[in-house]
């Protein structure tokens, strides 16, 4: 794949973007899609926030791997996130790999790639680059932001930064603040990565060697925070793989283990080791509340004209129903009007990007009602 | 007001209790019927919490804020005093801790609004005296180990409650469950109504 497929735009050239670490970046390149036409009134305009390793190929083909969209059974012409009637866009966050500025991009001082020279980034600073996305899209205010796990922390992060430019918002499988337990399983993601020799301090680009092997395994890992015990033992319990007995070896005698290593395998070839290290440390510094002295309402004050949902699943254990509530709580102490809802599941926190119809519905009612709802900032002038 | 929506008699009792542009907790608010009334005849900020997913939806597909959640778990989270009205309609017999859900009802709310089944009407008592049994009516019409209602109570029992916590009764409505009101005396609306309205200040 040559960059010459990936649609992106140039931002932060004059202004450069100040990141929340106290360093600038410019200029900051955003490798974005969209699908469906703005209005002319600019009132339909949803933005999808995507997940850790996610992209802007929401509802397209992956054009490295081939597969469809990540979100395409939701989002395309005539599916609930309908693109004939809705302006849809998704970006690649800040720090990733598939276009957008990250460690993998060129330092415009050195000419070399950023490596582990790039800025240590945040979730609301991947908000900024998209507000500046918006701005130059000419997207004054979105009808929608939505997203699950990192897209929903996105989502607040839009919330507590730009409420005003929000008409609704939906968060789906998130959290306000990372747990230890989620900054844990994100260091032994980060140590496996680093571990592997052809890491090299972040200096692989180039080189015909990359940490493949670490990466891999930081995948395999995070895999199994995304699936529930129950997921794993109804597609693989102690099956095993393409054999009649254990081998009393270290192949993958477990059909899981075979999947796992797959998984592993597969991720390496479409994501960038370095990437990864620089999103999960942004997921893991995320705290919202501890920017407001715990309290996490006093974040949400200017949202109280935004409409707001908030979705967990009853079998996921990285972002929990109890996370999901801390928001929702927040939301209503500082008067947001918010629905919410704990949706039986048994997929773990991938659900979100799964078939559950009861998500379904409860999207397309808020989504309906949201559209019904919105007066575009032009029309409540005139 | 415009008739366009009518809505279940018992709950337009408690409409007309209710203020045009107020902020409103309906808890335990089904499929949302009240408080989208409420919203779309008298313009009422509106908030609702129901325990049930299909609830949850049907609510936010009318276009209303609710979470899913309960009185027993959910009202601790709102700040004193952060709605005009909150109503518990034909719940409280369903909750873990009714004294705790009524005094925090009125810890957020300016006032409440509560209806409940009267477990001390006549049919109630008549099918306990003359079956020996835990009565099933058709206002009461599960079995006793199957029913969500766990602490029942009858309109002197919740009298007597009231009067204990220091609750201004601001008004006390005993009606039918067509929505009929009852008007006679505390003792006589303890046997003959079906359920009854109480409009509360702390």
């Known amino acids: ?382 | 007001m415009n008739k366009a929506r009518s809505i279940r008699p018992d709950l337009q009792l408690i409409a007309d209790l209710v203020a045009p542009g107020t902020r409103v907790l309906d808890i335990g608010c089904a499929d949302g019927e009240l408080l989208d009334h409420l919203v779309h005849e008298k313009g009422i900020n509106g908030r609702g919490i129901e325990i049930s997913q299909d609830g949850v939806n049907r609510c936010v597909a009318r276009g209303l804020s609710v979470i899913q959640g309960d009185a027993d778990n959910d009202l601790a989270e709102y700040p004193d005093q952060s709605f005009d009205t909150v109503i518990l309609s034909r719940t409280l017999q369903a909750v873990r801790q009714p004294r705790t859900v009524l005094l925090e009802l009125l810890r957020i709310g300016k006032r409440a609004i509560v209806t409940i089944p009267n477990f001390g009407q006549w049919h109630v008592r008549m099918s306990l005296l003359t079956r020996g049994r835990m009565p099933v009516t058709k206002a009461l019409h599960r079995t006793w180990y199957n029913t969500e209602n766990i602490h029942f109570c009858t309109i002197l029992d919740l009298h007597d409650l009231i009067e204990a916590e220091d609750i201004n009764l601001l008004e006390f409505v005993p009606h039918q469950k067509d929505g009929r009101r009852l008007k006679m005396g505390l003792k006589r609306a303890n046997l003959f109504a079906d359920q009854a309205l109480y409009l509360l200040e702390k």
């Open chain 1, 1 to 382: 794949m040559t960059n010459e497929d990936i649609n992106s735009i140039r931002l932060f050239q004059e202004d450069p973007l100040t990141l929340d670490g106290g360093e600038t970046l410019s200029p900051v390149d955003v490798a974005f899609e969209t699908y469906g036409d703005l209005a002319p009134d600019g009132d339909n305009a949803i933005l999808i926030c995507h997940a850790l390793t996610g992209d802007q190929y929401v509802a397209s083909p992956h054009p490295g791997t081939g597969k469809p969209g990540w979100w395409a059974r939701l989002v395309g012409p005539g599916k609930l996130i309908d693109t004939e009637k809705y302006f849809v866009i998704c970006s690649n966050v800040l720090g990733s790999c598939m276009g957008t500025t990250g460690p993998a991009a060129t330092d415009p001082n050195t000419k070399e790639p950023w490596g582990t020279r790039f800025p240590v980034i945040t979730i609301r600073d991947m908000v900024r680059v998209q507000a500046a996305l918006m701005d130059a899209l000419n997207v004054r205010k979105l009808l929608m932001v939505i997203g699950g796990s990192m897209g929903g922390m996105q989502v607040l992060e839009w919330l507590a930064t730009y409420p005003e430019r929000l008409h609704s918002a939906c968060v789906i499988a998130s959290a306000a603040r990372h747990t230890a337990q989620n900054i844990a399983f994100h260091e032994v993601g980060r140590q496996a990565v680093m571990a592997d020799p052809n890491w090299n301090q972040g200096r692989y680009y180039g080189s015909d060697a990359s940490p493949a092997k670490g990466l891999a395994v930081a995948r395999m890992t995070a895999h199994i925070t995304y699936l529930s015990e129950d997921a794993l033992t109804h597609k693989f319990g102690r099956n095993l793989q393409e054999r009649e007995a254990v081998t009393f070896g270290f192949d993958a005698d477990f059909q899981v283990e075979s999947y796992l290593r797959h998984q592993g395998s597969t991720f390496v070839d479409r994501f960038d080791a370095n990437s990864y290290l620089y999103i999960t440390r942004a997921m893991d510094y995320l705290d919202i509340p501890g920017r407001f002295d715990g309290r996490l309402a006093d974040a949400f004050i200017g949202a109280r004209d935004v409409r707001c949902c908030v979705i967990s699943f009853t079998s996921d254990w990285l972002y929990p129903t109890l996370e999901n509530k801390r928001i929702v709580h927040a939301l209503n102490a500082a008067g947001v009007p918010v629905s919410f809802a704990e949706i039986d599941a048994a997929f773990g926190h991938d659900s979100f990007l799964l078939d559950v119809p009861e998500m379904d519905e409860m999207l397309a009612g808020f989504l309906s009602t949201a559209t019904q709802s919105y007066q575009p900032p032009e029309a409540q002038n005139e």
